[in-house]
């Protein structure tokens, strides 16, 4: 069967590729992965890890919740005792629950922020991130292993599971609160509490800023926060084109700026209290400044090679080590489990920081932009100001382009660092890395970054320029190596 582990797990449509059938094959294939051994080899020595336990959460689209119970009745039925999300739930509170429970792993249903006709698979490990490349690959291998074997899945009936005790629903938020009352100051938030929105788009982050803020002095209004299976016929995404719900309700005046999370409410965007869309790059920049200058954190940065360079140039500012990785936030995971990172984060919105596990958070990360507002007693449109005339200015669009022809990954990288060119816009090109497809560099520390897909004919273009004309030279390249493919 067509089945292949991402950077983040396995996504497919539903009712096609993603049925009841081939994900009972799935489950099955993580109960041997786990089962066989591999996944027990570097487990932590501070703390015991149950190797038989497994926790299984879900998102709000259609079928979620029956979806990860027949996952459950797969893993009961292999011997493990499953705690099951009793509600859909962020993706952040049941990984933040593998860890808390001491779990061998979990399993998330969601498709994150894709399309509503989408739903997939997030696999977790022991310590609350995304499973390792090497175990989904192993997953793969039993699942491939068992088709060929016409092995099908081990199945315990649900009723039966719950009275042997080996599924169990729980509620994950009440611990992920207990553990965000760690990280975040809500002190500062009461001594100064906003008045904002929340746009959960309808995803599993529903409910959950504005209940954790109860009691704060906060004045909330969250939209979009009812059960919709198909998010309002957009993807739910917190980019700037399906925000416009949101920016409506700063405009009609019921808060004065506004938060939103994903699907899954992994990922986050905000706006100013003018309707202007406040990018995952600058709230990353914005909490690094945070963190530095009003709580006295240190510890390394790491960005992966899509997000801004206003982060070098803070880092260079507080004197602070700086490292960039490939895209995924999985990347980022891997320092944070073995560095002191003080944040880590994507240009796609996934950031996380100190004292958390090694997983993007959106509520988190909206909450600490709350925590930035109280405590500075300023707008967050003016806090961006700041950060621009400190670091900026720094402009920023991505866009895919297709390709006339299928061309490789390998050829189409070879020919970017053969082909580079000596300027681009006027500014000379001062360095080109390929540490995931190929980024330029230019003096005025503006940068293109051309990465190939491996899957389909497109280039994903990436462009931060100094000025919106040095963005539009820089897409314009790239549009230029797109059309020079025939």
């Known amino acids: 069967m067509p089945i292949h582990f991402g950077t983040d797990g396995w996504r497919a449509v539903i009712s096609d590729t993603f049925t009841f059938t081939n ?18 080899d570097s487990l932590p020595t501070d703390r015991p890890i149950d190797p038989k336990r497994m926790v299984v959460g879900f998102d709000t689209r259609f079928l979620s919740d029956r979806f990860a119970q027949e996952v459950a009745r797969v893993l009961a039925a292999n011997d493990f005792t499953v705690y099951l999300a009793q509600a859909d739930a962020p993706t952040p509170a049941i ?61 315990m009936e649900y009723e039966h599971a719950l009275e ?23 002190d500062v938030i009461a001594s100064n509490p906003p008045r904002f929105v929340v746009d959960s788009m309808y995803g599993s982050g529903r409910g959950v800023i504005r209940g954790i803020l109860q009691g704060t002095g906060c004045e909330v209004t969250e939209i979009r926060g009812e059960m919709n299976p198909g998010f309002g016929g957009v993807h739910p995404e917190p980019i700037a084109r399906y925000l416009g719900a949101l920016a409506g309700a700063i405009g009609s005046g019921v808060g004065g700026f506004g938060i939103a999370t994903d699907g899954d409410a992994d990922r986050t965007g905000a706006m100013d209290e003018h309707g202007n869309f406040v990018d995952p790059h600058k709230i990353m920049a914005l909490s690094l400044r945070y963190l530095v200058e009003k709580r006295g954190m240190r510890g390394a940065v790491v960005r992966t ?71 500075y007693r300023t707008t967050l449109r003016d806090l961006v100001e700041q950060l621009l005339a400190e670091v900026g200015p720094a402009h920023y669009e991505r866009t895919d382009l297709r390709l006339r022809r299928p061309v490789s990954k390998s050829q189409m990288t070879a020919r970017l660092v053969n082909e580079a060119p000596a300027e681009i816009g006027g500014e000379r090109i001062v360095d080109v ?5 190929v980024k330029y560099i230019l003096a005025d520390d503006s940068w293109l970054l051309i990465r190939p897909s491996g899957t389909e ?22 549009e230029q190596v797109a059309a020079s493919v025939v």
């Open 23 to 40: 994900l009972r094959m799935v489950a099955q294939a993580i109960a041997d992965s786990i089962a066989s051994g591999s996944w027990t």
């Open 95 to 155: 990984s933040y629950a593998v860890y808390h429970r001491n779990a061998i792993g979990g399993v998330m249903i969601t498709a994150s922020h894709n399309a509503p006709r989408y739903n997939g698979v997030k696999l977790k490990s022991y310590y609350g991130g995304s499973a390792l490349p090497d175990q989904c690959r192993e997953v793969e291998v039993f699942l491939n292993d068992n088709e060929a074997k016409a092995r099908g899945p081990n199945l």
């Open 457 to 478: 004919p497109v280039l994903r273009v990436y462009a931060e320029g100094r000025s919106p004309q040095m963005v539009k030279a820089l897409l314009g390249y790239g």
């Open 305 to 375: 090679v899509s997000t801004t360079r206003m982060i070098d140039r803070l880092c260079q500012k507080y004197n602070l080590p700086l490292y960039e990785t490939p895209v995924g936030f999985n990347h980022i995971a891997d320092y944070m489990m073995k560095d002191d990172v003080l944040i880590g984060g994507e240009e796609s919105g996934g950031i996380s920081f100190k004292g958390h596990i090694p997983e993007g958070d959106g509520i988190l990360m909206g909450l600490l932009i709350v925590e930035m507002v109280a405590a």
């Open 164 to 186: 042997e005790k080996r599924i169990i629903r729980f509620n994950p938020i009440p611990e992920y609160y207990e553990h965000l009352r760690r990280l975040i100051d809500f």
């Open 433 to 437: 890395s390929t540490l995931d497809g």
